[in-house]
């Protein structure tokens, strides 16, 4: 396969890219960049003071948004120039990525909360107290957000209500879960991990939280299932 071109970024990068549209959505740890899809060049970057980013960008309703680490967590930038609009901040890291639907994007802290933050201000719809660290991406799907997350000595996923952030249901996986659920027919697939022989696969009921089954595999997850 002949590459068509490549961009050198200023450090690591840990997520992946988003493609919106003829645009490219890359972070380093320390800048996120919008690149042309079909020549790599640059259209502008960003820097978040003294944050380093780890989630991949979502695009929506002509603006780009990225968590990060420090004092603002999550960040609202103008789709064709990169200028700021808003910034969340939580107190801890957001190094999973925001899902944006309807007017709200959802997004992790490691302060222990889910946010759902009106897409257009910047300000606070609901929140969810999940414990220690929200440890995953959080997915949509049908009205209920689905995420992973750290409480004492659970390792729960949480399904809650999209609209107020109720809790429907939660299932402790027993190990931490860092990647997003998927979700089809009715079902939540996630990975945990944690020790070897601990780590596995879970399918559970998208609308009770009952375990459908499990399989061990001894193998940690850090990425979706698909």
């Not at 948004?65 to 990169?82: Q, T």
């Not at 996923?157 to 609209?163: Q, R």
């Amino acid at each position: 396969t002949e590459e068509k071109w490549v961009f050198r970024t200023d450090s690591r990068m840990y997520s992946s890219p988003t493609v919106a549209g003829d645009t490219v959505y890359a972070s380093s740890q320390s800048k996120l960049y919008a690149l042309n899809a079909y020549s790599g060049e640059k259209k502008w970057s960003f820097e978040p003071d003294y944050n380093n980013i780890n989630s991949s960008a979502t695009v929506a309703d002509g603006k780009v948004y990225i968590g990060s680490e420090g004092f603002k967590n999550l960040h609202a930038l103008d789709v064709s120039s990169g200028e700021q609009l808003w910034s969340f901040a939580t107190r801890g890291d957001s190094e999973g990525s925001p899902i944006a639907s309807d007017g709200i994007v959802y997004f992790g802290s490691n302060d222990g909360d889910l946010y759902a933050v009106d897409m257009s201000s910047g300000e606070e719809v609901w929140s969810f107290d999940a414990g220690i660290e929200v440890t995953s991406s959080p997915t949509l799907v049908d009205e209920t957000v689905y995420f992973g997350s750290i409480n004492y000595d659970e390792y729960n996923l949480y399904a809650v209500e999209a609209s107020s952030g109720e809790e429907e249901w939660k299932f402790n996986a027993g190990e931490t879960i860092n990647s997003a659920p998927t979700v089809a027919n009715d079902t939540v697939y996630v990975g945990s991990n944690g020790a070897d022989e601990d780590s596995g696969m879970y399918a559970v009921s998208a609308s009770s939280g009952e375990k459908i089954w499990s399989l061990k595999t001894g193998v940690t997850y850090f990425k979706s299932p698909t």
